[in-house]
């Protein structure tokens, strides 16, 4: 297989993420690029789990940081927590301190997508929240931007939908609401504008 790999790397506990990493994957695979959803592994005990009933995972293989060795680029899926990343990232992040002494990300491209109860949850201080992180590794951060979401969005205030110019993103509402069209299809346009963008940089 040649041409650019691309990690998507999620903490999804109530599905939305999962989702929202699917419609990304999709947009990656529409310009030929290959991805593979991966997952931090849960730090939560069984029972805590149990009390704030979370479905099992889904089947994605759990990553250790060195598996970001195998790939060109980062979407890190993100649920957040008090308006910033999960634990269940810092404890990934928190592991990755070979990769960060060998310097092996520096100069990678990085982006994200989150999933917030609502809005005024967090979704932008979610970014902040990973930005340092992705300094300190010299990850290059990836917005989203406006420029080809402005079809989807503009003016369109007639229904409520996650996401920003930081990347894609979802409201879970009380986890009934499920990722909307227009905030599955700004994932994917994520993926796809995120994967080009790798593969100008692989080429030289
Ligand atoms: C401990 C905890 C803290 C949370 N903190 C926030 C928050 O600060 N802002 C917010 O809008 N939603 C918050 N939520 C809701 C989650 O962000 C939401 O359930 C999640 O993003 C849904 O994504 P998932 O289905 O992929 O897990 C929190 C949920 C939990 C369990």
């Known amino acids: 297989m040649s041409g650019p790999k691309i990690a998507i790397v999620i903490y999804s506990m109530y599905g939305h993420i999962a989702k929202m990493a699917e ?16 997952q931090v592994a849960e ?7 149990t009390k704030m009933h979370a479905p099992p995972k889904p089947e994605y293989p759990v990553a250790a940081p060195a598996d970001l060795l195998e790939y060109d680029g980062y979407l890190f899926g993100i649920a957040t927590r008090f308006g910033g990343f999960p634990a269940q990232f810092k404890a990934f992040w928190d592991a990755s301190g070979q990769l960060w002494q060998s310097g092996h990300l520096a100069g990678k491209f990085a982006g994200a997508f989150v999933a917030t109860g609502g809005p005024g949850g967090g979704q932008e201080s979610t970014y902040f929240s990973i930005l340092t992180t992705f300094v300190h590794h010299g990850l290059v951060f990836v917005p ?10 503009n003016s369109n205030f007639s229904e409520i939908r996650g996401g920003s110019p930081f990347g894609a993103g979802t409201f879970a509402g009380d986890g009934t609401r499920q990722p909307s069209e227009v905030e599955l299809e700004t994932a994917s346009i994520q993926g796809r504008e995120f994967f080009k963008l790798v593969k100008r940089s692989h080429a030289n």
Request: aromatic share 10%.
């Open 144 to 153: 989203l931007g406006y420029k080809y979401t402005s079809d989807l969005w």
């Open 23 to 38: 419609a990304v994957k999709k947009g990656i695979e529409s310009e030929g690029g290959h991805a593979t959803i991966l």
């Open 43 to 49: 730090t939560l005990p069984e029972d805590i789990l």
